[in-house]
């Protein structure tokens, strides 16, 4: 399965938003929603670094997730660059990893829960689906 492909697609796609996004409105939000693109995309980010990058790819990343919902100082020039490196390493990783290790355990709980490696990627992309189409509905209202 080549999961890495749709990984590929979803964040080109987020870098696409970010790019059409002002300044001006990066950390701004609607009334009633506490999340900004800005915000949505830290998190992002930090979530894909984290769950994969750390604990599937062994890179080596500590995740601060409290800032990730906190910084309003990072433009969106450094954001897509993060984007960019998860690009550069995130869709091949996972396309090279072998269908028979996505039915091995993730290495920690999930929601209190353990989980297959599978099914963390597949968790993931989801997470990473939902907020881009928030990320997409903030930077049309906006």
Known sequence: MELGNHYRRELEMLKKELEQISDDNLYSTVNGVSNSCGTLAHHLIGNLNH????HLKG???????????????????????????????????????PDSELNADYPIEFLGSRRTKGDMIIQMLAHLNYHLGQINYLRRVN
């Open 59 to 97: 890179i080596s990343y500590t995740r601060n997730r409290e800032l990730e919902f906190s910084d309003r100082e990072t433009n969106k020039v450094e954001l897509i660059k993060r984007v960019d490196d998860l690009v550069s390493w995130l869709p091949d990783f996972l396309n090279t990893i």
């Open 51 to 54: 769950f994969i990058g750390f």
